[in-house]
């Protein structure tokens, strides 16, 4: 039976570039690194970097981040000095931000949780919601 999420292995181009923005620009912890990779983690999370050619996505996947609500707005406009891409604008509960890492991985910093999602589309269900 799977207990929860293990890690998450990106592929990036640079590795140095990489680091650089998930410790400085998003404030993960560096625990290793190596010549073709780290590890990184966020709370409980365990992120791995890995080098590799990086396959660019059209699709909906990505990955979101906590941060809490006293901290996004803050957070958020330390992001946009640095000038990161944004790939969406948020249409759904709580507050997002969609950005892109440098190698075009889409990532998302969010305010909620899967019960305060679970609360909102209770009162505004989407188009064929179905509660399991």
């Known amino acids: ?11 990036v181009s640079n590795l140095e570039r990489s680091l650089e923005f998930y410790t400085q620009a998003l404030g993960l912890t560096g625990h290793v690194k190596w010549d073709n990779g780290a590890y990184l983690s ?9 080098v590799d050619e990086p396959d660019s996505k059209i699709d ?9 609500e006293a901290e996004f ?6 992001l946009e000095a640095r000038s990161v891409t944004r790939w969406k604008e948020n249409t759904s509960e709580g507050a997002s931000f969609y950005l892109l890492d440098p190698d075009g991985h889409k990532l998302e910093i969010h305010v909620g949780s899967l019960r305060s999602r679970l609360t909102s589309i209770a009162t505004k269900p989407y188009s064929g919601l179905v509660w399991l």
């Open 1 to 11: 039976m799977i207990t929860g999420l293990n890690h998450i292995t990106l592929a």
């Open 42 to 50: 966020a709370g409980e999370l365990w992120l791995c970097l890995s």
């Open 73 to 78: 707005e803050a957070f958020c406009a330390r």
């Open 60 to 68: 909906y996947t990505h990955i979101a981040f906590d941060v809490g």
